[in-house]
């Protein structure tokens, strides 16, 4: 499922009804190692990394595929560390769209 959802492309959505419930959640988060559901309702995972250097070539990466996918996450950058956060504001929730960039950040994460 993980690569599956890595192939998805995000779409607009605006409205609660693209809301994931919690148990649609529960499920796509099962394909992602380490992501969990923050108890504030975000999608999140810290990666870590060796150096400076290479956690902003990561956070660069991500900035990038964001940019391609209009799904911008919240993140949390410091010596060799990084925190994603998501969540869709147009749903007030999670979406797909959140599971779909975390599929594409765990590919690439794992190269």
């Known amino acids: 499922m993980l690569t599956e959802l890595a192939l998805e492309h995000c779409r607009p959505l605006r409205g609660s009804e693209h809301a994931l419930d919690p148990a649609q959640a529960l ?44 799904h911008h996450p919240d993140l949390e950058v410091g010596y060799g560390r990084v925190k994603i956060s998501y969540s869709t504001h147009d749903v007030a929730g999670l979406s797909r769209n959140d599971f779909i960039c975390a599929a594409k950040i765990e590919a690439l994460a794992r190269i």
């Open 27 to 70: 499920a796509l988060l099962t394909d992602l190692p380490g992501w969990q559901i923050a108890e504030a309702g975000l999608l999140q995972k810290e990666f870590t990394f060796a150096s400076y250097a290479a956690t902003l070539l990561f956070v660069n990466t991500v900035a990038g595929l964001a940019e391609r996918e209009n």
